[in-house]
């Protein structure tokens, strides 16, 4: 029913910056909550940010400061810019969306998109 599909993960140095996208597709009828969450070798997937449909939005104390998150209503997307990068944000960064389909909804999980930040 509904796909979502990041782009934007790679490889960079301490310091540097990377921008995630994450595009919803599919039977949409709306939207609320929209997030990134990541898993680190050999940890549980944590939440990184979230974003609400009105812009109201929640960071993990670890990258306040350093990473924004945004979206885009009318494209359905969901953007995180990460900025000043370190090597404990290594991790596979996912993409989740609470998506009204019908009068149900339901949470929906983007595959992955590896960032690896290097010392």
């Known amino acids: 029913q509904v796909q979502l599909v990041e782009s934007g993960g790679g490889l960079v140095q301490a310091g540097g910056s990377l921008r995630l996208s994450c595009a919803a597709s599919?039977?949409?009828?709306?939207?609320?909550?929209m997030g990134w969450y990541r898993r680190a070798p050999g940890k549980q997937r944590d939440v990184v940010a979230t974003?609400?449909?009105?812009?109201?939005?929640y960071y993990t104390d670890s990258v306040k400061g350093r990473f924004t998150i945004s979206r885009d209503n009318a494209k359905n997307t969901v953007y995180l810019q990460m900025n000043s990068l370190k090597p404990e944000d290594t991790a596979l960064y996912y993409c989740?969306?609470?998506?009204?389909?019908?009068?149900?909804?339901?949470?929906?999980w983007g595959q992955g998109t590896q960032v690896t930040v290097s010392s």
């Open positions: 974003i609400t449909n009105s812009g109201s939005t």
């Open positions: 599919g039977r949409i009828f709306s939207i609320n909550t």
């Open positions: 989740a969306a609470d998506v009204g389909s019908g009068n149900i909804i339901n949470r929906y």
